[in-house]
């Protein structure tokens, strides 16, 4: 069956920087297009990037771009957010996605908390 498994989160300080892993089983991972969305308390969940089956493109919402790195490693069926300068904002449960076969697969997510 299709797995998606988050890990990374933790407690950061203002201005540091933390690696989300997402690793992936149940489907050809190398095919589908992998998302990351996070959820703060209060509020709707929110797209956070994407990336390609092939890595080749990615998408960021506008208030991580330049500070976020979606990447992939199809080798490993893993897909990475690598967040820097991290903000108070950021602060949310952050959940891995694909889309197979018309239906939407998430992960147990993982907290990110950044507070000094």
């Known amino acids: 069956q299709v797995r998606l498994v988050e890990s990374g989160g933790g407690l950061v300080q203002p201005g540091g920087s933390l690696r989300l892993s997402c690793a992936a089983s149940?489907?050809?991972?190398?095919?589908?297009?992998m998302y990351w969305y996070r959820q703060a308390p209060g509020k709707e969940r929110e797209f956070v990037a994407d990336?390609?089956?092939?890595?080749?493109?990615?998408n960021y919402v506008d208030s991580v771009k330049g500070r976020f790195t979606i990447s992939r490693d199809n080798a490993k069926n893993t897909v990475y957010l690598q967040m820097n300068s991290l903000k108070p904002e950021d602060t949310a449960v952050y959940y891995c996605?694909?889309?197979?076969?018309?239906?939407?697969?998430w992960g147990q997510g993982t907290q990110v908390t950044v507070s000094s």
């Open positions: 990336i390609t089956g092939a890595g080749g493109s990615t």
């Open positions: 996605n694909t889309h197979l076969w018309g239906k939407a697969y």
């Open positions: 149940g489907f050809t991972f190398s095919t589908y297009t």
